[in-house]
């Protein structure tokens, strides 16, 4: 019954995954639960949506349970972190957003917060927008980041169901690229986990 | 189309939204007229309806406000047909009046008013619990905790309402309304004929209101002692704690026990007003102590307390009255296993506390027309050497300007209150009042309080920030919207008050804006300006590409004046290490920071 937090910031097609996801549960007869939470800004707000598969009645995640945390932000994936268990997975899209409070005062980035909160959990790089970029169409950073979570193996769900959710979530011309967006975003995983080896 | 899936035959399950359930709800109920105004967490309510209600054969509008929305399915029960009605929850203080004349009158069909609560004020200005507002009103109040629930109890709520001829508040919270789930679909049912016929209990004058009070109590009766009301309420579990819970809050229970290692009996209220007083008391008195979960007030708390009292049943209880239970912000696991561990005596541990963070607030979106109106609002405030001028703002998007660097935002009560207020403040301040609405909020609540205003000679700057959308609830039509329907005019409506002083401006052509307020900003009377310009998000989806451009900073023109950062401040510019950029990805290719009342060295061109 695994539990899935993802984060990141308002435009990044993130309740786009999650919906993805629940599909592919439902395609498999299994239970699933999603929250979504965007506040009050169309785009570049915070975004933080919960995803839970199996028999569960709270969509809420429970502080320190969710096995895994797909993160579409840095700064994002840290503020999200409380939710994330002892040794549970980041797999972090290396983009940064930079929050307008600090522009305002001229401040970098919170770079060292950031690293140093990451470095205690394992953490997967997923050049998600890059590959994105590399695959041609910006948009399709967030399916990449449904291939790494897929190759993680934690989500329980077969490919079928997710290219099937993909296709009945997504209108007929965006199919091709986001599917291959799917095949890379599982290959970036793979290779890293080989490194690891 | 999106939400044809809802169209679907019975027995089909559904990856759906609360919301988008409730949308299937009506339609299996046989509604056969609905209404609202778009408020989160109910918004997404009517984005199904404006799609598909003609498939559903529904007659579905956007009112231009709750109170209009109420009426008009008021009226149509009046005749027999199943009517709804959904807002958020500070929407039915919009409606109030006319809410508490339907419980008087009561119904011939089926009617159903949504209120979805915001318990922690996700994107509202309170978390009241309209719970209260129905027992006040004296409807029938239910209450479900899933979408499923949602689905199935709308629909249950509709016959509940016919039989006792009696309208039924169902309450929903963000934790249910914006939970996705799989939802199964139940069999559509016929619609009712319309059958009117003329009848007093409608005229709510005085002889007909005191008959009403009768008639009202005996209604709520039935519906205490109808054998549809067991439909709502469950109870499982064996032990001699009673946990009392409802709504959202509901869905929590479980897994805290199971993490707590104990158990409880779990009852489960669904309808909770008026509530089945003998069940309830049953099981209080096998019990040895009692909880009460609730999200909002202690409202089921309260109503047992006092059926306990009249009865002479003691027991240890413990809810939000005697401080075991948190009175504000919504459930979770995480706080019900924290309160639970306390009553239970059993030692927990505290949770993670992670490292402070940078906050990220809500911005208006780059290409947003709204920053530019603050940016020469407040430049032309400065050049007319204005201090301390109170900005009265209202809901929507541009409350945004709440925030640095624009500070725009003194006073924000409710939809229409910065007009209201403005009279208030020039009737009270010597500083100068300059205030914003926005396009759908005017039509909303902002035209009694703008003919107040001009009657009453009172003499502030309104400025009406016009992007032909409701944007912030996910850009629902406006009575700015053209046809099928009759495009109403804002600077026909203010002009035909009586207000000379009305000028219209492009906000993204800042030097002549700029002239312009300051213009308004020296009129000795009241004056208003429109400043209008589409949604940047309306607006990109009917961008070519060719049209899509974005800017970037010529490092070596750039004399890092910062002026670009800490006051037009779009969210797509960013600085490191003193150097300022522009995020590509985010940039809206909209131009205006490339003006030179914003970047007085050309430094912002665009991007090859």
């Not at chain 2, 009852?267 to 040895?288: C, N, R, T, W, Y």
Request: charged letters at 25%; glycine letters at 8%; a negative charge.
């Amino acid at each position: 019954m695994p539990s899935f937090v993802f984060a990141g910031v308002g435009g990044q097609g993130i309740i786009t995954v999650a919906i993805i996801l629940g599909r592919a549960a439902v395609i498999e007869g299994k239970p699933v639960l999603m929250t979504e939470l965007h506040g009050m800004a169309q785009r570049g707000g915070k975004i933080s949506v919960e995803v839970r598969i199996g028999d569960y009645k709270s969509a809420i995640i429970p502080s320190k349970t969710a096995d895994a945390m797909v993160a579409f932000e840095e700064l994002e994936a840290v503020r999200n972190i409380s939710k994330l268990k002892e040794g549970g997975m980041i797999l972090l899209n290396r983009r940064r957003i930079h929050p307008v409070s600090l522009t305002i005062k001229q401040q970098n980035y919170p770079d060292q917060i950031v690293e140093s909160e990451l470095k205690k959990y394992a953490t997967i790089t997923v050049e998600a927008d890059r590959t994105a970029l590399e695959l041609g169409n910006k948009r399709v950073a967030n399916t990449v980041m449904v291939g790494a979570l897929f190759s993680t193996g934690l989500l329980g769900l077969d490919e079928e169901s997710i290219i099937a959710a993909i296709k009945e979530s997504l209108p007929e011309r965006h199919w091709e690229c986001n599917l291959e967006a799917f095949e890379e975003g599982k290959k970036l995983v793979l290779e890293q986990s080989a490194k690891a080896i | 189309m999106a939400y044809d899936s809802l169209l679907g035959r019975g027995g089909r399950t559904e990856f759906l939204l609360g919301n988008e359930a409730v949308g299937r709800g009506v339609y299996e109920a046989g509604v056969s007229v609905a209404a609202t105004y778009p408020g989160t967490p109910s918004s997404e309510i009517g984005d199904v309806l404006y799609q598909v209600s003609d498939k559903m054969g529904i007659k579905f509008e956007f009112a231009t406000n709750e109170k209009v929305a109420l009426e008009i399915a008021a009226a149509a029960a009046t005749g027999g047909l199943r009517s709804f009605v959904f807002m958020k929850h500070v929407g039915l203080n919009v409606a109030m009046d006319s809410f508490v004349s339907l419980a008087a009158s009561g119904v011939k069909g089926g009617m159903v008013v949504l209120s979805a609560d915001d318990p922690s004020m996700h994107s509202s200005q309170n978390e009241q619990d309209n719970r209260f507002l129905g027992k006040f009103a004296k409807t029938i109040v239910v209450e479900p905790s899933s979408p499923q629930e949602l689905k199935d109890f709308v629909v249950s709520a509709f016959d509940l309402s016919e039989e006792i001829g009696h309208p039924v508040l169902v309450r929903s919270v963000t934790r249910i309304s914006h939970v996705r789930t799989p939802v199964k679909f139940g069999e559509v049912r016929g619609k009712n004929e319309w059958n009117y016929k003329k009848d007093t209990s409608y005229v709510l004058m005085p002889e007909n209101a005191y008959r009403a009070q009768a008639a009202v109590a005996n209604r709520l009766d039935r519906a205490r002692k109808s054998n549809r009301s067991k439909f709502f309420n469950r109870i499982y579990g064996d032990s001699s704690t009673l946990i009392v819970t409802s709504g959202a809050a509901y869905n929590y229970i479980d897994e805290a026990l199971q993490m707590l290692n104990v158990k409880a009996r779990v009852m489960k209220i669904g309808l909770s007003f008026p509530l089945d007083q003998d069940g309830i008391l049953k099981e209080v008195e096998l019990a040895e102590r009692v909880v009460f979960v609730e999200e909002g007030g202690p409202f089921l708390e309260e109503q047992v307390l006092s059926i306990c009292a009249l009865r002479g049943i003691n027991r240890k209880f413990y809810g939000k009255l005697n401080g075991y239970v948190p009175m504000s912000y919504e459930m979770d696991v995480d706080r019900v296993v924290v309160f639970l561990s306390e009553i239970y005596g059993i030692e927990h541990k505290q949770t993670y506390g992670g490292p402070v963070l940078p906050n990220r607030e809500p911005v208006l979106c780059p290409g947003c027309p709204h920053r530019a109106t603050y940016y020469v609002a407040k430049m032309a405030m400065k050049q007319k050497g204005l201090r301390n001028v109170i900005s009265p703002t209202d809901i929507g998007c541009y409350t945004l300007g709440y925030y640095e660097p624009y500070q725009m935002g003194d006073f924000c009560f409710s939809m229409g209150s910065s007009v209201g207020s403005s009279s208030g403040f020039t009737m009270s301040a010597e500083e100068k009042v300059v205030s914003f609405i926005g396009d759908s909020t005017f039509f909303h609540g902002g035209i009694p309080a703008l003919i107040n205003a001009y009657h009453n000679n009172h003499n502030f700057v309104l400025v009406i920030m016009d992007n032909s959308i409701t944007a912030m609830t996910g850009g629902q039509p406006t009575p700015e919207t053209g046809p099928p329907f009759k495009k109403v005019d804002i600077e026909s409506v203010v002009r035909g008050i009586g207000i000379n002083n009305v000028f219209t401006i492009d906000p993204y052509d800042l030097k002549s804006s700029l002239e312009t307020f300051k213009k308004a900003l020296g009129t000795e009377e009241l004056s208003v300006v429109i400043s209008k310009r589409d949604c940047a998000l309306e607006a990109d989806r009917k961008k070519s590409p060719s049209e899509m451009k974005v800017f970037q900073i010529n490092q070596d023109k750039c004399n890092q004046c910062y002026n670009c950062v800490r006051n037009f401040s779009c969210a797509a510019f960013y600085t490191e290490d003193g150097k300022v950029f522009i995020d590509s990805e985010l940039c809206d290719g909209c131009s205006v920071c490339s003006e030179p009342l914003v970047c007085p060295f050309n430094a912002i061109e665009v991007k090859e």
